[in-house]
């Protein structure tokens, strides 16, 4: 019996080694497929190495490049496969990408996946150089005329993630020299037709703590139809078509559209030059595109001031005070002013009239907000003289209104920083439907 037993065990262990050794001829630890190497004299994009050991702490990778060398690799710069098989299709999948890479423009989110409500999980900073390892099979629109790809990206870092690409300049990089940040032109062309573009100014009002709605409103705005060969501008007067034939590429970042007068130029930044000719006269000015879409900042805007001017007229039909008169705030932002012409005949004399525009464009700055709990900035408009008084209002806890006049000197732009002393003050008691 001791015989026997002896002989299964040495069996079983003859076994275990037989399969150790089977196992040995296959690669246990898979295969690395490179997507961006930190050193292109050693290996190049797209090379596939099997893989001879994984640092879990260094989080490397250490590559068996043949002949007895070896190379190590930050685990990020790659991908990792079970088999031979799915590294190759893998492989086949990057190879059109192996040279491909691009640079922000602006900052950019890079979000968990490519959808616009997937999680960000990184900003790229502008001009940051970025590695491309795959592109969205089709085009998608997002908001009305913004249309285009998204990326699969791999950062310096060691950031993973999807780009929409319209911050993004692609250009090819081969690590050997050979590199060059001229897009083809339908990279141009994608760019151009799958964006409306705005003048800077628009750009620059939107970064501001507070915006010049006027400024937004002009309705300015370029963009065009591939498909009918047609560009459209509206300068703020009018909207101008061009009709072209083809998509000429003049230098590296200029492109002419053939039989019509316009021609742009791609800058790093994102922004975008544009020359054209309208009854005679030759025009030139920068555009970009913008973060938000245009319509739903000034509609976020707009609820901003509609939500501030609820707060002054409340549920409210009239304010009331026996020295200052009466005076009714409309929701279509017009006023009634009557019963004031003896206290205040030299502050605001008859000839003006009772009625009015009431415009709440202007701003009370943050500081003032937060330190004298100012509501926000009220003018009103007279009628009959366009004449204009401008308040600082608030509600006061008893639901007073406080008016507090301010001359157009004392503000900086738009906004009020700053209240002036001696400055005349109003205060009108509210009287609601029921207290009719």
């Known amino acids: 019996m001791k015989i026997i037993r002896h002989f299964r065990q040495s069996y079983i262990l003859f076994f275990f080694i037989f399969l150790l050794a089977l196992t040995g001829c296959n690669n246990k630890m898979g295969y690395f497929l490179v997507a961006w190497p930190e050193d292109f004299s050693v290996m190049g994009c797209a090379d596939l190495f099997p893989v001879k050991s994984e640092s879990h702490l260094r989080k490397t990778h250490i590559l068996n490049l043949g002949n007895k060398k070896y190379a190590e690799i930050a685990s990020f710069r790659g991908f990792v496969f079970r ?13 059109q990408y192996k040279d491909l890479f691009a640079y922000a423009e602006a900052k950019t989110p890079v979000r968990e996946n490519p959808d616009v409500q997937s999680a960000r999980v990184y900003i790229l900073r502008e001009g940051q150089v970025i590695k491309i390892v795959g592109r969205g099979k089709d085009k998608v629109q997002l908001g009305e005329r913004l249309s285009g790809y998204w990326y699969k990206i791999i950062t310096e870092d060691g950031i993973i993630g999807y780009c929409f690409d319209k ?7 081969d690590g050997k020299g050979n590199s060059t940040r001229t897009v083809d032109i339908t990279m141009f062309t994608d760019r151009f037709f799958g964006n409306s573009w705005y003048p800077m100014e628009y750009k620059e009002e939107m970064e501001q703590d507070y915006p010049d709605l006027t400024v937004l409103r002009d309705g300015r705005c370029l963009w065009g139809d591939s498909e009918q060969k047609e560009i459209y501008l509206r300068n703020g007067r009018k909207e101008i078509k061009f009709k072209f034939t083809e998509v000429k590429q003049q230098s590296s970042n200029r492109i002419l559209f053939v039989g019509s007068s316009v021609d742009v130029s791609f800058y790093p930044d994102g922004r975008l030059f544009v020359r054209y000719s309208d009854e005679g006269v030759d025009h030139s000015e920068f555009f ?32 009331e005070s026996p020295d200052y008169g009466r005076l009714k705030f409309n929701s279509d932002k017009t006023f009634v002013w009557t019963e004031r012409y003896e206290t205040m005949a030299e502050f605001i004399p008859s000839a003006n009239g009772d009625k009015g525009i009431a415009d709440n464009r202007r701003y009370v700055s943050s500081k003032l907000k937060k330190s004298r709990g100012y509501d926000g900035v009220i003018t ?33 732009g738009l906004v009020l920083t700053k209240v002036p002393e001696n400055s005349r003050i109003f205060v009108f008691s509210p009287v609601s439907e029921e207290g009719r």
């Open 380 to 412: 009103l408009t007279f009628s009959r003289t366009a004449k204009e008084l401008t308040f600082i209002f608030k509600r006061l806890t008893n639901g007073d209104l406080q008016l507090i006049y301010v001359p157009e000197e004392a503000f900086r």
């Open 83 to 95: 088999t031979l098989k799915e590294a190759k299709e893998a492989q086949s999948e990057l190879w």
């Open 288 to 319: 970009t595109t913008l973060e938000t879409p245009l319509q739903d900042y000034i509609a976020e805007q707009n609820k901003l001031k509609t939500d501030e001017y609820n707060k002054l007229i409340g549920r409210v039909v009239y304010f």
């Open 167 to 173: 911050n993004l300049t692609i250009y090819m990089d």
